[in-house]
Antibody, heavy 123, light 107 residues
Framework: EVQLLESGGGLVKPGGSLRLSCAASGFNFITYSMTWVRQAPGKGLEWVSF????????YYADSVKGRFTISRDNAKNSLYLQMNSLRAEDTAVYYC????????????????WGQGTLVTVSS | SYELTQPPSVSVSPGQTARITCSGD??????GYWYQQKPGQAPVLVIY???ERPSGIPERFSGSSSGTTVTLTISGVQAEDEADYYC??????????FGGGTSLTVL
């Protein structure tokens, strides 16, 4: 069974930093791309960042570029999101999601989601 | 920046057919994905690559594509289908995008 468990959320002051983690299990992590998606309270889904299976391709939404860094440790089956210079508008539930990959090809979508971790940026 | 456009809301009676559209300039070249999200829960994939249905998703969910529009169709809508639905795709240069979401109400 595919499982994605996010952690690291919490309350942080504007300008502060936070590091989110996502522990993956139930699948061969090294063969899948991974993505972070966030959802502000009462709002829709917003794509945040993408990382390919071996970290050769990394992309960010314009809203977080230069402030957030995505990374992964395939030996630990883990995905990370380092968030710096946090703003009030970064307040959201952050979801870790597995890329949709079949037959060695990864597509621009996801097939499994974690339950999310809440990040609140407030003074 | 690239955008996907969905109607904010769709309402149908039980047993009827619900259609939710998603429009975007890159959809002729990029696959569309559909996710269902119920209150307080994480999203669930219901359609991938425009029209493929994951295992475990009921057959009443289907997807189609025509030009710059992808469509999620739910045939014989049931009360349990009431949820928010999001389309998602990519712009071809690495960025992904979600539509604004459609709230499906089962009357």
């Amino acid at each position: 069974e595919v499982q994605l468990l996010e952690s690291g959320g919490g309350l942080v002051k504007p300008g502060g930093s936070l590091r989110l983690s996502c522990a993956a299990s139930g699948f061969n992590f090294i063969t899948y791309s991974m993505t972070w998606v966030r959802q502000a309270p009462g709002k829709g889904l917003e794509w945040v960042s993408f990382i390919s299976s071996r970290s050769t391709q990394i992309y960010y939404a314009d809203s977080v570029k230069g402030r957030f860094t995505i990374s992964r440790d395939n030996a630990k089956n883990s995905l990370y999101l380092q968030m710096n210079s946090l703003r009030a508008e970064d307040t959201a539930v952050y979801y870790c999601a597995r890329g949709h990959c079949t037959g060695g090809t990864c597509y621009s979508g996801v097939d499994y989601w974690g339950q999310g971790t809440l990040v609140t940026v407030s003074s | 920046s690239y955008e996907l456009t969905q109607p904010p809301s769709v309402s149908v009676s039980p047993g009827q057919t619900a259609r939710i559209t998603c429009s975007g300039d890159a959809l002729p070249r990029q696959y569309g994905y559909w996710y269902q999200q119920k209150p307080g829960q994480a999203p669930v994939l219901v359609i991938y690559k425009n029209s493929e249905r994951p295992s475990g998703i009921p057959e009443r969910f289907s997807g189609s594509s025509s030009g710059t529009t992808v469509t999620l169709t739910i045939s014989g809508v049931q009360a349990e289908d009431e949820a928010d639905y999001y389309c998602q795709s990519a712009d071809g240069s690495g960025s992904w995008v979600f539509g604004g979401g459609t709230s499906l109400t089962v009357l």
